[in-house]
């Protein structure tokens, strides 16, 4: 079949990359789907989940301020560096474009926070292209001022400079 049933009542249209098509989802099931992430080893899978939710946002079925806490909560763990790509670049997207001043300000320190350990501390025994998206994203949303001083700590500092773009390096 073209979708994917995974509890008995969640469809995951074209789950099997067969065709091409707008799937959304109705309003308030962003984070339900969202909830299926743990059990979905498949990237193209967990990328036809955060399409639909995505969607969702630019129609205004799904805040952009719940589509940022949730890929704080999921992005983290992500390991599919195309998909994390992705997810980094629709993060920006929805900091800068869909949420009001207020979300904005409320959200902004959380998802710099979130970008940034992906590139540094524990993590940085990811992939290279992993921690290359996490930084790229993190330069691309930082707005606070901890994170655009972080930012010419790093400019200034050149082992820090050297640490931060070593990470192209690899």
């Known amino acids: 079949s073209a979708g994917h049933t ?31 992430l743990p059990r979905i080893k498949d990237p193209l899978r967990r990328w036809s989940i955060w399409s639909m939710v995505w969607e969702a946002v630019r129609e205004a079925k799904f805040g952009p301020d719940a589509f940022l806490r949730q890929v704080s909560h999921w992005l983290p763990s992500e390991q599919e560096p195309l998909l994390l790509a992705a997810l980094s670049e629709r993060t920006q997207i929805a900091l800068r474009r869909y949420c009001t001043d207020a979300q904005r300000d409320s ?45 010419h700590a790093w400019i200034v500092d050149s082992e820090s400079a050297d640490a931060l773009t070593s990470i192209d390096l690899h």
């Not at 995951?12 to 799937?23: C, I, Q, R, S």
């Not at 524990?122 to 972080?150: E, G, K, L, P």
């Open 6 to 36: 995974l509890s008995g009542r969640t469809l995951l249209p074209n789950a099997n990359d067969f065709g091409y098509g707008l799937f959304t989802t109705d309003p308030g099931n962003g984070d339900a789907l969202l909830a299926l």
């Open 107 to 151: 959200m902004a320190a959380e998802t710099e926070a979130v970008l940034e350990a992906g590139f540094t501390g524990a993590t940085r025994q990811r992939d290279a292209s992993v921690r290359t998206s996490f930084r790229r994203a993190f330069i691309n949303v930082a707005q606070t001022d901890a994170s655009r001083a972080r930012l």
